[in-house]
């Protein structure tokens, strides 16, 4: 089935690790987005990746990187986990940022608990 | 700063109507977007509005007023399966979507 792939779907981890969320998709689009999703908070811009090769940096960048180094796969790192990270991370995708109706497909989520 | 506002809860019973509303400042406008959100899971897309108007797919339709900063998505013949968070988003100038924090929609028999 087409689509996107997150991994892991829940983790636990300790404040000061270091954790990378892995998000694969199929479905050769070019743009690629990290975003967080918290009670009471619309969904938050993390990073993003026009297409391979590229990132970039969106409204809460912050003690998160990202690499692009092909067009499925979009990690995201975690350097040093904060309590103040710990949410729902939803990886996304769409043919073309900037092209009109730029429809996104979502994974599954990944939720991250940093004690 | 960008802002978009939509109400946090609305109830509304089995096989009736529902409005949500979605009302919007940004830095530009490049098209306003409506997800489904069922709990736990990933959003979904739903609608896309780029030009004033109506816009209508099955039960779902959904209305832009450009110039009032101002959106609606209209649920009609309301099912138990429609229970579900509606969120509402704005691609500005740079191409950035803006989210709003989402309309919980509770479903009553």
């Known amino acids: 089935i087409a689509g996107i792939t997150q991994a892991p779907t829940s983790q636990i981890l300790a404040a000061g690790r270091r954790m990378t969320l892995r998000c694969t998709q199929d479905?050769?689009?070019?743009?690629m987005y990290w975003y967080r999703q918290d009670l009471g908070l619309g969904l938050r811009l993390i990073h993003y990746?026009?297409?391979?090769?590229?990132?970039g940096k969106g409204e809460v960048p912050d003690g998160y990187s990202v690499s692009r180094a092909n067009t499925d796969d979009f990690p995201l790192t975690l350097a040093s986990a904060v309590p103040s990270q710990t949410s729902v991370y939803f990886c996304?995708?769409?043919?073309?940022?900037?092209?009109?109706?730029?429809?996104?497909?979502f994974g599954a989520g990944s939720r991250l608990t940093v004690l | 700063g960008q802002n978009i506002d939509q109400p946090t809860e609305m109830t509304a019973t089995e096989g009736a109507i529902v409005q949500i509303n979605c009302t919007y400042q940004?830095?530009?406008?490049?098209?306003l977007f409506w997800y489904q959100q069922h709990a736990g899971e990933a959003p979904t897309f739903l609608s896309y509005?780029?030009l004033d108007g109506l816009e209508e797919k099955g039960r779902f339709s959904s209305f832009l007023s450009r110039s009032k900063g101002y959106s609606y998505l209209l649920l009609k013949e309301l099912q138990m399966k429609d229970s579900a968070s509606y969120l509402c988003?704005?691609?500005?100038?740079?191409?950035?979507?803006?989210w709003g924090a989402g309309t919980k929609l509770i479903i009553k028999p």
């Open positions: 509005n780029v």
């Open positions: 479905m050769r689009h070019n743009a």
């Open positions: 940004t830095s530009g406008f490049n098209g």
């Open positions: 990746s026009n297409t391979a090769g590229t990132t």
């Open positions: 988003a704005v691609e500005d100038s740079n191409y950035q979507l803006i």
């Open positions: 996304a995708s769409s043919p073309e940022r900037g092209s009109g109706a730029n429809v996104l497909t």
